[in-house]
Protein backbone atom coordinates (compact mmCIF):
# COMPACT_ATOMS: atom_id res chain seq x y z
CA UNK A 1 0.00 0.00 0.00
CA UNK A 2 2.58 2.53 0.91
CA UNK A 3 6.31 2.41 -1.07
CA UNK A 4 8.35 2.97 1.71
CA UNK A 5 11.29 2.85 -0.42
CA UNK A 6 9.72 5.90 -1.87
CA UNK A 7 10.66 7.90 0.90
CA UNK A 8 14.53 7.06 1.27
CA UNK A 9 14.71 9.13 -2.15
CA UNK A 10 13.31 12.20 -0.42
CA UNK A 11 15.19 11.68 3.31
CA UNK A 12 17.57 15.08 3.85
CA UNK A 13 18.98 16.99 7.19
CA UNK A 14 15.59 18.77 7.89
CA UNK A 15 14.49 18.31 11.25
CA UNK A 16 10.62 18.84 11.93
CA UNK A 17 9.93 18.98 15.58
CA UNK A 18 6.08 19.20 16.85
CA UNK A 19 4.97 18.21 20.16
CA UNK A 20 0.86 18.15 22.06
CA UNK A 21 -1.17 20.98 23.20
CA UNK A 22 -0.36 20.97 27.14
CA UNK A 23 3.96 20.95 25.99
CA UNK A 24 4.69 17.71 28.03
CA UNK A 25 5.46 15.87 24.93
CA UNK A 26 7.72 16.82 22.18
CA UNK A 27 9.00 14.78 19.06
CA UNK A 28 11.47 15.70 16.36
CA UNK A 29 11.16 13.70 12.60
CA UNK A 30 14.26 12.85 11.38
CA UNK A 31 12.95 13.09 7.92
CA UNK A 32 9.91 14.81 6.08
CA UNK A 33 6.81 13.42 5.88
CA UNK A 34 6.55 11.21 2.76
CA UNK A 35 2.74 12.83 2.20
CA UNK A 36 -0.07 15.39 4.17
CA UNK A 37 -3.63 14.43 3.44
CA UNK A 38 -7.10 15.15 4.86
CA UNK A 39 -9.31 12.48 6.08
CA UNK A 40 -13.33 13.21 6.39
CA UNK A 41 -14.17 9.65 7.22
CA UNK A 42 -16.77 9.27 10.57
CA UNK A 43 -13.49 7.64 12.56
CA UNK A 44 -11.17 10.62 11.67
CA UNK A 45 -13.91 13.22 12.61
CA UNK A 46 -14.47 11.66 15.90
CA UNK A 47 -10.61 11.01 16.94
CA UNK A 48 -10.02 14.56 15.41
CA UNK A 49 -12.64 16.57 17.16
CA UNK A 50 -13.36 18.45 14.01
CA UNK A 51 -14.95 17.99 10.56
CA UNK A 52 -12.12 16.03 9.37
CA UNK A 53 -8.43 15.12 9.90
CA UNK A 54 -4.71 16.06 8.69
CA UNK A 55 -2.55 13.68 8.65
CA UNK A 56 1.47 13.18 7.60
CA UNK A 57 2.08 9.74 6.86
CA UNK A 58 6.44 8.97 7.97
CA UNK A 59 8.46 6.24 8.40
CA UNK A 60 8.55 4.16 11.60
CA UNK A 61 12.10 5.33 12.26
CA UNK A 62 11.68 8.60 11.71
CA UNK A 63 10.19 9.69 14.70
CA UNK A 64 11.81 10.59 17.98
CA UNK A 65 10.48 11.32 21.27
CA UNK A 66 12.22 13.91 22.80
CA UNK A 67 10.03 14.67 25.60
CA UNK A 68 7.28 13.22 27.67
CA UNK A 69 5.58 10.11 27.16
CA UNK A 70 3.13 8.70 25.03
CA UNK A 71 0.22 6.59 25.89
CA UNK A 72 -1.50 3.38 23.48
CA UNK A 73 -4.96 2.91 22.79
CA UNK A 74 -6.10 0.10 20.13
CA UNK A 75 -9.03 -1.22 18.67
CA UNK A 76 -10.49 -3.16 15.55
CA UNK A 77 -11.79 -1.35 12.51
CA UNK A 78 -14.55 -2.42 10.31
CA UNK A 79 -12.62 -4.35 7.80
CA UNK A 80 -11.16 -6.46 10.51
CA UNK A 81 -7.79 -4.92 10.61
CA UNK A 82 -6.09 -3.65 14.15
CA UNK A 83 -4.88 -0.52 14.51
CA UNK A 84 -3.51 1.97 17.48
CA UNK A 85 -3.33 5.52 18.56
CA UNK A 86 -0.49 7.48 20.66
CA UNK A 87 -1.28 10.52 22.30
CA UNK A 88 0.29 12.97 25.43
CA UNK A 89 0.29 10.60 28.58
CA UNK A 90 -0.56 14.41 30.37
CA UNK A 91 -3.12 15.89 27.94
CA UNK A 92 -4.47 13.16 25.53
CA UNK A 93 -3.48 15.43 22.21
CA UNK A 94 -2.87 12.30 19.32
CA UNK A 95 0.10 12.56 18.04
CA UNK A 96 0.56 9.23 15.96
CA UNK A 97 -1.67 6.69 14.52
CA UNK A 98 -1.04 2.98 12.74
CA UNK A 99 -1.56 -0.87 11.74
CA UNK A 100 -1.05 -3.42 14.40
CA UNK A 101 0.96 -5.20 13.47
CA UNK A 102 3.63 -2.11 12.16
CA UNK A 103 3.54 -1.25 8.71
CA UNK A 104 6.82 0.57 8.44
CA UNK A 105 4.51 3.81 8.39
CA UNK A 106 2.60 5.74 10.83
CA UNK A 107 0.16 8.96 10.57
CA UNK A 108 1.73 11.91 12.46
CA UNK A 109 -1.09 14.38 13.09
CA UNK A 110 -0.42 17.27 11.15
CA UNK A 111 -1.90 19.71 13.46
CA UNK A 112 0.91 18.70 16.17
CA UNK A 113 3.84 19.80 13.91
CA UNK A 114 5.34 23.33 14.98
CA UNK A 115 5.26 24.55 11.54
CA UNK A 116 1.93 24.10 9.66
CA UNK A 117 3.35 24.26 6.15
CA UNK A 118 4.58 20.29 6.20
CA UNK A 119 1.26 19.57 6.83
CA UNK A 120 -0.78 21.12 3.90
CA UNK A 121 -3.26 18.41 2.67
CA UNK A 122 -2.24 17.38 -1.21
CA UNK A 123 -5.36 14.72 -1.24
CA UNK A 124 -8.94 14.27 0.20
CA UNK A 125 -9.91 10.50 1.42
CA UNK A 126 -13.41 9.75 2.57
CA UNK A 127 -15.51 12.64 0.41
CA UNK A 128 -18.31 10.62 0.40
CA UNK A 129 -18.63 10.84 3.89
CA UNK A 130 -17.78 14.74 4.14
CA UNK A 131 -20.13 17.27 5.91
CA UNK A 132 -22.72 19.14 3.35
CA UNK A 133 -20.41 22.51 3.46
CA UNK A 134 -17.25 20.91 2.92
CA UNK A 135 -16.02 22.08 -0.41
CA UNK A 136 -12.56 20.45 -1.36
CA UNK A 137 -10.05 22.44 -2.56
CA UNK A 138 -10.26 22.28 -6.32
CA UNK A 139 -6.36 21.65 -6.66
CA UNK A 140 -6.07 18.54 -4.50
CA UNK A 141 -6.62 15.55 -5.14
CA UNK A 142 -10.03 13.81 -4.60
CA UNK A 143 -11.15 10.29 -3.67
CA UNK A 144 -14.39 9.22 -2.69
CA UNK A 145 -12.88 6.69 -0.18
CA UNK A 146 -9.54 5.56 0.75
CA UNK A 147 -6.52 6.04 -1.90
CA UNK A 148 -5.89 2.92 -3.57
CA UNK A 149 -2.28 4.32 -4.67
CA UNK A 150 -0.72 6.80 -2.66
CA UNK A 151 1.74 7.27 -5.16
CA UNK A 152 0.00 10.35 -6.98
CA UNK A 153 -0.41 11.96 -3.52
CA UNK A 154 3.15 11.44 -2.28
CA UNK A 155 4.32 12.57 -5.62
CA UNK A 156 2.58 15.67 -5.33
CA UNK A 157 3.86 16.23 -2.04
CA UNK A 158 7.46 15.67 -2.68
CA UNK A 159 7.73 18.38 -5.59
CA UNK A 160 4.89 20.96 -3.55
CA UNK A 161 7.76 20.49 -0.28
CA UNK A 162 10.98 20.71 -2.75
CA UNK A 163 11.96 17.42 -1.52
CA UNK A 164 14.34 14.93 -3.83
ZN1 LIG B 1 0.39 17.00 26.44
ZN1 LIG C 1 -10.18 8.63 8.24
Redesign the pocket.
Known amino acids: MFAASKGETIMSDIKLEGGCQCGALRYVLTAPPLMAYA???????R?SGSA??V?CAALQDTMEITQGELARVEWTVESGAHRYGEFCSACGTRIRHGSVPEMGVYSVRGGTLDDQKWAEPMAH??LASALDWFEPPKDALHYDGQPEDYGPIMERYAARMKLG
Open positions: CHCSECRIFASSW
